[in-house]
Nanobody, 121 residues
Framework: QVQLVESGGGLVQAGGSLRLSCAAS????????MGWVRQAPGKEREFVAGINRSGGRTYYADSVKGRFTISRDNAENTVYLQMNSLKPEDTAVYYC??????????????WGQGTQVTVSS
């Protein structure tokens, strides 16, 4: 089992920045591909960004490309999502998730509890 705990969410004005963290614990001897998925009220879950097991490849939704950066520190079992130039439409609960291979919205083996990001206009 792997436990994922997100942190770093909050309230920010449009144009601002936030950095989300996702700390993994438990069976961390296995390195997983990681993803960030968000869900806004009344909407379906949406893929945001993904990173492969080594950190050498990253993937982004078109809506966040150029503004968000996913990275990982395997020694610390932590994945980050740096979010810049935030927009009100980025408001959502952000979840980190783990899988053996890179996924988009579904197919993950483990999920965190989510962290709220609210961007005011």
């Amino acid at each position: 089992q792997v436990q994922l705990v997100e942190s770093g969410g909050g309230l920010v004005q449009a144009g601002g920045s936030l950095r989300l963290s996702c700390a993994a614990s438990g069976r961390t001897s296995t390195t997983y591909a990681m993803g960030w998925v968000r869900q806004a009220p009344g909407k379906e879950r949406e893929f945001v960004a993904g990173i492969n097991r080594s950190g050498g490849r990253t993937y982004y939704a078109d809506s966040v490309k150029g503004r968000f950066t996913i990275s990982r520190d395997n020694a610390e079992n932590t994945v980050y999502l740096q979010m810049n130039s935030l927009k009100p439409e980025d408001t959502a609960v952000y979840y980190c998730a783990a899988a053996f291979t890179v996924r988009t919205t579904t197919g993950y083996d483990y999920w965190g509890q989510g962290t709220q990001v609210t961007v005011s206009s």
